[in-house]
């Protein structure tokens, strides 16, 4: 390549010593010699443009993302709000003066041990994870210290008020937000999201938000990728006190989709309290018009009694769920479903087990039968390299468009920019796959230039498609909430 550049140059210095020492030179010698430059200088930025694979992706989905035929203009969210204070993990908790240590997982932090554990246990694997702090005292000390740490961030939080946020992006969305609100929150949220007064309150919910960067590490922990850990001792989002007033307010602001979230906020208050309160909210849940579909949105949950409940009560009367691949496989492992018997997943998770997964919980939980009174019959999948939508086919239209917004949003909020930038991502999704590890499947190959591989099992289809994942990540925090949200802009429900 420099050979092509010195010629270059050369080739433009000769035109212009022989330009100026002779003024006279045949026209035509020196329209040789300039189209000559031309040809050589189109040759040299050809071979520096070649279409890289992100490109091409990037370029593919800008193609294949329009609009539904129907869009939603009214959009109830709740019911778990708050602010989320982001910080350097591991920055943190040195400044907490804590050390190093062993990774164990804790279903409830109750000490500054019990979370330095947690968090490395989690940092270690590159994964997500949420947990309840239960020691108010304590958490009040850590969140002071956090709210004072160097570079520290607030942000809106919580999943409804993050999906109701990213929804209210769109100028032709208006968004019904239920949840705790205190003053700091109101201040972040957009001009068009509408809060009920009984939904404000004094103070608001904190939730700390420790993020660490791939190759993070702290003792002899070390982060194969970029992810966060979350903790709180929130007892407004805790309760799911804001339910009634959501359903409540439903009848005056007349939602064309209703975005549910904050389940996961029970399992912390104990099994007596989550049990009442599940019983009252799905009976409450069921009091929303037939004619509104619900989405369900999931977060990290660790009691399998709780996510069993969940399963068997909850995912029934919802149209549509999003949830990640710690969710999705603590599901199966809650369920005794496929693939149960795995740990944890091992690396990027494999798409044939996923969507036996996937296809388990539409046909135990969901509408697969068209006899059965389950709702269900919609799955968002997202992990950190692809993302899945499967559809009970009949019931949802233009998911290649949703599920390629949903990806390509993954990609440029991570990065912190308005559209993929294909320099900073990378893609790691597989380029050939299999439907299924439980029966006979296909073997399907990523084409760059039509990134949505499609294929049907019964009467569910699947749509995947790769993420251009982000090579160093500003931000990991909401990037779940943001999927789902797009997602959904981009989906209809079929007439039927």
């Known amino acids: 390549m420099w050979r092509q550049a010195f010629a270059a140059v050369l080739l433009a210095v000769s035109i212009g010593y022989f330009y100026h020492s002779n003024p006279a030179l045949p026209e035509l010698a020196v329209h040789y010699l300039t189209t000559s430059l031309q040809s050589l200088s ?222 996961h906020m029970m399992e912390g208050q104990g099994r007596e309290l989550w049990e009442e309160r599940l019983k009252e909210a799905v009976v409450t849940i069921s009091d929303i018009p037939n004619e509104v579909p619900i989405h369900l949105e999931l977060a990290s949950m660790t009691d399998t009694d709780y996510m069993n409940s969940i399963m068997q009560e909850v995912l029934p009367i919802v149209n549509s769920i999003g949830l990640n691949e710690q969710e999705l496989l603590f599901i199966s492992q809650a369920g005794l479903g496929p693939h149960s018997q795995l740990p944890s997943w091992s690396g990027v998770p494999d798409v044939g087990q996923v969507s036996d997964i996937l296809l388990w919980i539409l046909k135990q939980h969901g509408r697969t039968d068209l006899e059965s009174e389950a709702d269900l019959t919609r799955i968002h999948f997202h992990t950190l390299a692809y993302h899945i939508l499967a559809t009970v086919d009949g019931f949802w239209a233009n998911q290649v468009s949703a599920v390629s917004a949903g990806a390509r949003v993954a990609g440029s909020q991570a990065c912190g920019t308005q559209e993929i930038d294909v320099n900073r991502v990378v893609l790691k999704a597989p380029l050939e796959f299999h439907t299924s590890r439980d029966e006979p499947g296909q073997t399907m190959t990523l084409n760059p230039s039509e990134p949505v591989v499609v294929w049907h099992r019964e009467n569910v289809s699947f749509y995947f498609t790769p993420v251009l994942v982000c090579k160093n990540p500003l931000r990991t925090v909401g990037l779940g909430d943001a999927i789902s949200a797009e997602g959904l802009l981009y989906s209809e429900m079929a007439e039927q």
């Not at 979370?115 to 997500?128: D, N, P, R, S, V």
Request: proline share 4%.
């Open 42 to 263: 189109s040759c040299l930025q050809g071979s520096s443009s070649t279409a890289t694979i992100e490109q091409t992706i990037s370029s593919a989905w800008d193609t294949l993302i329009t609009a539904p035929a129907t869009q939603w203009t009214r959009v109830a969210v709740g019911v778990n709000a708050c602010v989320d204070v982001v910080v350097t993990g591991v920055g943190l908790l040195q400044a907490l003066a804590i050390d190093p240590g062993t990774g164990v997982d804790h279903e409830v932090l109750h000490s500054k041990e019990d979370l330095k554990e947690t968090f490395i246990h989690y940092m270690e694997k590159g994964a997500a994870a949420e947990r309840f702090y239960s020691d108010k005292e304590s958490f009040q000390r850590i969140a002071r210290a956090a709210s004072e740490y160097p570079g520290a961030q607030h942000f809106v939080g919580g999943n409804a008020a993050l999906i109701g946020q990213k929804l209210a992006t769109n100028p032709h969305v208006t968004v019904l937000l239920c949840g705790p609100v205190g003053p700091k929150l109101h201040e972040l949220l957009a001009d068009q999201i509408i809060v009920p007064a009984e939904s404000l309150q004094v103070t608001d919910e904190y939730h700390l938000i420790l993020e660490y960067k791939a190759g993070d590490k702290w003792g002899s922990s070390q982060a194969p990728n970029a992810n966060r850990f979350i903790f709180s001792h929130d007892t407004s989002n805790g309760e799911m006190s804001a339910l009634e007033t959501f359903v409540g307010s439903m009848e005056e602001f007349q939602p064309q989709l209703v975005v549910l979230s904050g389940l």
